[in-house]
């Protein structure tokens, strides 16, 4: 619990925390375990009640902004939280508003290339949606015909 609670709760939060300089003498920054750290928050949280745990995620990502490291491994802490506990990320993600749900499914679909594997994912995510979060379904379409496939790594 304590890991959990120090873990940033914003995207600003947690861009900072990979940024931050442990030893100034080597320049060793924190960026250096950022694959350990976020592979703990999608594995081993597990005591976390999934309400507190997808609440804690769904507002890390408003506001994110795929790139490579850092920003690709919480990428993957949503994916595993939507594939294991995709009520609850629902549920979370229904209590936005629609501008805050787009900012997440932004960063969710988020991709530079085409991808079999993430077409699959929309489609299975959509049909199972579409009956019990209407609305947010809307949200995440229009997110994934902007996104997926649709963003640069870097900005022009």
Not at 31 to 51: E, F, T
Not at 64 to 82: C, E, I, M, S
Not at 130 to 138: A, L, N, Q, W
């Amino acid at each position: 619990m304590a890991f959990f609670n120090a873990f940033p709760d914003t995207w600003m939060g947690y861009v900072m925390t990979y940024q931050y300089t442990l030893n100034k003498k080597s320049n060793r920054t924190l960026y250096d375990v950022a694959a350990n750290h976020v592979d703990a928050l999608r594995v081993k949280m597990a005591s976390i009640p999934d309400s507190v745990y997808c609440k804690k995620i769904v507002r890390i990502a408003l506001g994110g902004v795929w790139d490579a490291d850092a920003p690709n491994y919480f990428q993957g802490v949503l994916k595993a939280a939507v594939k294991n506990k995709r009520d609850c990320m629902f549920r979370t993600i229904a209590q936005l508003r629609k501008g805050h749900q787009m900012q997440f499914w932004q960063f969710y679909w988020s991709n530079i290339v085409r991808s079999k594997p993430l077409e699959d994912e929309f489609n299975t995510l959509k049909v199972w949606s579409e009956k019990s979060y209407p609305e947010e379904t809307k949200v995440m379409t229009v997110a994934f015909d902007y996104f997926y496939n649709g963003i640069d790594s870097i900005y022009l």
